[in-house]
Each structure stands twice: as C-alpha cells, then as structure tokens.
Nanobody
Framework: QVQLEESGGGLVQAGGSLRLSCTAFGRTFSNYAMGWFRQTPGREREFVAAISRSGDITRYADSVKGRFTISKDNAENTVYLQMNNLKPEDTAVYYC????????????????????WGQGTQVTVSS
C-alpha cells in the first residue's frame, strides 16, 4: 500500500556531506517509525539510524553518531538522513524502511522489524 522512494545519493569526497530523502506514496506515514540501513556486497544489511513515529526519538549506530542526523517531516511524508563528514567506509547502498509503530517500542533497529522498503540509493565516498 505504501511505496518508499529514496533520492539524494551520489559521489562525494571524504569530509563532504549528502542529504538522503525518502518519500512515502500512497498514504500518510505519520504513524510509521522509520529507519535507514546500508549494505555493501557480502555483508549483512547494517542499521544506521531510526526515528519514532512523531520524530521525537532517534537512535544511531555508533559508527555514524555525531555525523548523521535522521529527521521526519510527517506533513511531507518524508524522512531524511543528513550525512556530514562522510568517510570512505560509509560507501554503501542506503535503504529507508518503515513500519507501523507502537508505544511499547518507539523505534526499530533490525531489518526484520520493517515491512516496507525503498529501492535503495548508492552513496560513494572517495578518499
């Protein structure tokens, strides 16, 4: 019912910044908790950041804490990932994901917890 579409990926030099966007089509996602994941060939999909349905609670992987910021604009049905001070090890395909959230668990960090995924957008950081 809900389709997620990412944009904003590209090639950037180490130390640079990118902002990824993920827009939901088909319905409002104000009741959705959202997450960002990334994946490289031969590795499991890795948690990057998560945000609660209202956007007031966030969670980050240690590897990106202090550099990345997740935010959610419910009026525009869009979640963002602002990525600053990018490093070559950030190179990956980035995916956004969503699911209906519950009060007991405001955010989710496992891929299996999500039921709606975007197509992915490539981020490449050169050294």
């Amino acid at each position: 019912q809900v389709q997620l579409e990412e944009s904003g990926g590209g090639l950037v030099q180490a130390g640079g910044s990118l902002r990824l966007s993920c827009t939901a089509f088909g319905r409002t996602f104000s009741n959705y908790a959202m997450g960002w994941f990334r994946q490289t060939p031969g590795r499991e999909r890795e948690f990057v950041a998560a945000i609660s349905r209202s956007g007031d609670i966030t969670r980050y992987a240690d590897s990106v804490k202090g550099r990345f910021t997740i935010s959610k604009d419910n009026a525009e049905n869009t979640v963002y990932l602002q990525m600053n001070n990018l490093k070559p090890e950030d190179t990956a395909v980035y995916y956004c994901a969503g699911r209906t959230a519950y009060y007991s668990t405001p955010y989710y960090i496992r891929p299996v917890d999500y039921d709606t995924w975007g197509q992915g957008t490539q981020v490449t950081v050169s050294s």
